[in-house]
Every structure is written in C-alpha cells, then in structure tokens.
T-cell receptor
Framework: DGGITQSPKYLFRKEGQNVTLSCEQNLNHDAMYWYRQDPGQGLRLIYY???????QKGDIAEGYSVSREKKESFPLTVTSAQKNPTAFYLC??????????FGSGTRLTVV | GENVEQHPSTLSVQEGDSAVIKCTYSDSASNYFPWYKQELGKGPQLIID?????GEKKDQRIAVTLNKTAKHFSLHITETQPEDSAVYFC??????????????FGKGTLLTVNP
C-alpha cells in the first residue's frame, strides 16, 4: 500500500542534543512538508521541498534543518538551537498543490 | 501571506444534530480550500475539499460551502455520530503556476459528539 511513514512515533531529546525525525513516502509525490503542531496553535510550516535537492523555509524554520537527497525521503533535524522543541511533528507529501497526505506523526519530548 | 481564521475552537453537539465550522481567509487569490479531520494521536486526513470555481460540494453527510466575495468557507456535518468526534482543520492556498504548494491552516476545532 502507498503511504507516508514517520519514525519514530515517540522521541526523547536531552538538552543540547540534535535529533533527526524520519519521513519516507512511496506515493511518488514531488512535494514534501514538515509541520509542527502545538495545542491550540494549529499546524505551522517548518520546511517544504518541491523537488529533490531543493527546499524552502516555512514560517518557523529557526532551529531546524532538512535535506532532500531522494524523492522518497525528507528527514528533519531538530537542533540544539531550537529552544522549545517539545511538540508533535507531522510530515506530509503532495502531488502538486492538491491532496496532502500526512504521516502519523512523531511526538518529541525534551527531558 | 495568507491568514486563516477558524471558529469555533470547540464545539459540542448531541448525536444526530448538525455541526458547522467556519473559516475566513485573507488572500483573495486563494483558490483551494481543503478540510482535514485529525483523531487523537494521528495525522490529519483529508475529508473534503473545494476549489474556487464552485460554491458548494457535498459528500454524504459532509458538505463545504464557499463564499469568495466574503472570503469565507464552512464545513457542515449532518446527522453527527460519535465517531465524528475529532479535531477539524480548514486550510487555504493558491496555485500560482505550480510553484506554490503551501497550505495555510486554521487553528482547529475540537468537535465532540455526545451520545
């Protein structure tokens, strides 16, 4: 079955540590996105990529980095520069504008 | 950039009643308006969408209406069931020559359907 897979489902980060969240899709979608979800804040765009080897900052990119070396993969690194990383992170993909498909999310907690 | 406002933030209805969630957008060039349903601990799922060339779209118990002049669109759920309980998000975007893929989301509405 085609879909988008995020891993891990739960992740714990120590202060000052970088962590990487995985996102893989087998839908042959061109575009991929990372959103952050906080209670009462909706979905806020971190980074997005329309094609391989190209990506753009979203509304809240500070403290995050991404890469797009393969069409299927769009990993997100939460760096130590992100001061409040505890949140639910959602990856999505789309074929052109319409019809985002979301993954099931990664819940990141700072310990 | 685009700004999407969504109301109400919480909505509680009795099973069998209707539920309406409303959104407004700021960019008159926006032409695509999807609605997503998110269950606890899961990613959002697309339930219905509408493009700016139509005013209404219906799929079984779910309908969406669009008023381009007033820049608002609404989700209507009829004959609500307990399994409709979830967070609902509206979103808006514009397709400017295939180069803009970003959706701007509202802050969500927590719908609770009481049996």
């Amino acid at each position: 079955d085609g879909g988008i897979t995020q891993s891990p489902k739960y992740l714990f980060r120590k202060e000052g540590q970088n962590v990487t969240l995985s996102c893989e899709q087998n839908l042959n979608h061109d575009a991929m996105y990372w959103y952050r979800q906080d209670p009462g804040q909706g979905l806020r765009l971190i980074y997005y990529s329309q094609i391989v080897n190209d990506f753009q900052k979203g509304d809240i990119a500070e403290g995050y980095s991404v890469s797009r070396e393969k069409k299927e993969s769009f990993p997100l690194t939460v760096t130590s520069a992100q001061k409040n990383p505890t949140a639910f992170y959602l990856c999505a993909s789309s074929l052109e504008l319409y019809g985002y498909t979301f993954g099931s999310g990664t819940r990141l907690t700072v310990v | 950039g685009e700004n999407v406002e969504q109301h109400p933030s919480t909505l509680s209805v009795q099973e069998g009643d209707s539920a309406v969630i409303k959104c407004t957008y700021s960019d008159s060039a926006s032409n695509y308006f999807p609605w997503y349903k998110q269950e606890l601990g899961k990613g959002p799922q697309l339930i219905i969408d509408i493009r700016s060339n139509v005013g209404e779209k219906k799929d079984q118990r779910i309908a969406v209406t669009l008023n381009k002049t007033a820049k608002h669109f609404s989700l209507h759920i009829t004959e609500t069931q307990p399994e409709d309980s979830a967070v609902y998000f509206c979103a808006a975007s514009k397709n400017s020559g295939g180069s803009n893929y970003k959706l701007t989301f509202g802050k969500g509405t927590l719908l609770t359907v009481n049996p």
